[in-house]
């Protein structure tokens, strides 16, 4: 089983940056897509961004041109920088990687936006 632990959460003004990274324990091994996705309170959880393996990203409408994710396949990890904050991104953060056989899910790591 592969644990993804997520870091770098945390309180910030609108208009602030923020960087989240999410670290797997081992290789996962074959093709498949890094990913965040967020869940405020009350609401659905949300996709954020992905990123194939091959570095190729997709962005919900909602945060293109502010967020920016990235992989580092050797590393193993997924990061996504968050600039241009605002106070409706405030949510609880989530990895995920996927691929055929596998779906795995970080922890979820706090942002809070304040205005």
């Known amino acids: 089983q592969v644990q993804l632990v997520e870091s770098g959460g945390g309180l910030v003004q609108a208009g602030g940056s923020l960087g989240l990274s999410c670290a797997a324990s081992r290789r996962i091994f074959g093709n498949n897509v890094g990913g965040w996705y967020r869940q405020a309170p009350g609401k659905q959880r949300e996709l954020v961004a992905t990123i194939t393996r091959d570095g190729t990203p997709s962005y919900a409408d909602s945060v293109k041109g502010r967020f920016t994710i990235s992989r580092d396949n050797a590393k193993n990890t997924v990061n996504l920088q968050m600039n241009s904050l605002k106070p409706e991104d405030t949510a609880v953060y989530y990895c995920?990687?996927?691929?055929?056989?596998?779906?795995?899910w970080g922890q979820g790591t706090q942002v809070t936006v304040s205005s």
């Open positions: 995920n990687v996927q691929g055929i056989a596998y779906n795995y």
